[in-house]
């Protein structure tokens, strides 16, 4: 699972191309059998996205900046704990590199390695004062072996999701072997209501992406659930329309469906408790889930 691609098309899916609206902002119109979703504040899926080109960093940022007001609470969260920070599945530092702007030492992983030189990029253009207190470390999520301690580990953006279910167990035990005494383990992630998978295990929406480059950007989502495997596939077409042409972008993620009950006690047996859970409402069937989860020294 988590395996992201992404391919250049001369034209996307006819069935996907009723959903683009018009450039002058017209509502988009679904296409038949399809459910079109217009989100607001919460595009749930990309997070475990690595953009395809230079052109696609776009549409990842554009999920996970202006839709990510994770980062105020993760950084209040950070204050009450203190440093260092781990921050898994870090990408491009969306999250590392505001804490080290306020003044956190951050260890950031994760497994791509262009996510991470942009990382290391972005901190080096604010000033050495960033960039000393972030440090970069390239693995997989299910490989994770640590050697510092933390006073707080971030499992963002869903990226708990994008770890099959018999390799978290491992990942939850080294992350809280590694937390210091009073430490946290804060992450989120998309809980479905199962009945509604089963009722309705193909959901479609648009949106369009913030973009102040003179290119309209429009894009179509549609996630297709497996309960079998309790995995999920979301594939993104994104429409770029400029001035002379139109360009066409298919990116796809697959990741695991979040059993509560189950992480619970997986969380319990690394030897950590849920200290506090936040929910936020997506839609009638599915809502981000937030724990705050403490060691029990």
């Known amino acids: 699972m988590h395996t992201p691609s992404g391919t250049s098309l001369p034209i996307g899916p006819a069935a996907f191309a009723p959903v683009l609206p ?7 119109e679904p296409a038949p059998g399809a459910g079109v979703r217009v989100t607001s504040d919460t595009l749930p899926g ?12 776009w549409l990842h940022d554009a999920l996970l900046g202006p839709h990510s007001a994770d ?10 704990t203190g440093g260092p920070v781990l921050d898994l599945g870090s990408g491009a530092g ?12 951050v260890e950031a992983v994760d497994r791509d390695a262009s996510a991470l030189e942009r990382l290391d990029g972005w901190a080096r253009r604010i000033g050495p004062q960033v960039a000393g207190l972030v440090v970069t470390h390239r693995t997989d999520l299910t490989e994770l072996r640590l050697a510092g301690s933390y006073r707080l580990a971030l499992l963002a953006g869903a990226m708990v999701t994008a770890v ?22 804060a992450l989120d992630y998309t809980a479905h209501q199962l009945p509604g998978l089963v009722a309705e295990p193909q959901r479609t929406w648009a949106f369009q992406v913030p973009r102040f480059d003179g290119i ?36 796809t993620t697959d990741k695991w469906i979040v059993d509560p009950e189950r992480l619970a006690a997986e969380l319990h047996s690394a030897g950590l408790h849920i200290e506090g859970r936040r929910r936020h409402r997506i839609d009638e069937r599915t809502e981000s889930v937030l724990l705050v989860c403490r060691t029990d020294d």
């Open 22 to 28: 018009s450039r002058y902002g017209r509502e988009p």
């Open 46 to 57: 990309l997070e475990s996205v690595s953009p395809a080109d230079e052109n696609s960093v």
């Open 71 to 80: 980062i105020v609470r993760y950084l209040s969260l950070a204050r009450s």
């Open 94 to 105: 969306r999250l590392a590199v505001p804490f080290a702007r306020h003044g956190f030492a």
């Open 164 to 185: 099959p279910p018999a390799r978290r167990p491992e990942l939850l035990r080294e992350v809280a072997s590694h937390l210091q005494t009073g430490g946290a383990l």
């Open 216 to 251: 309209d950007e429009w894009v179509v989502a549609r996630q297709v659930f497996d309960l079998p495997s309790m995995s999920e596939r979301i594939t993104y077409y994104a429409a770029r329309t400029g001035k002379l042409s139109t360009e066409r972008v298919v990116l």
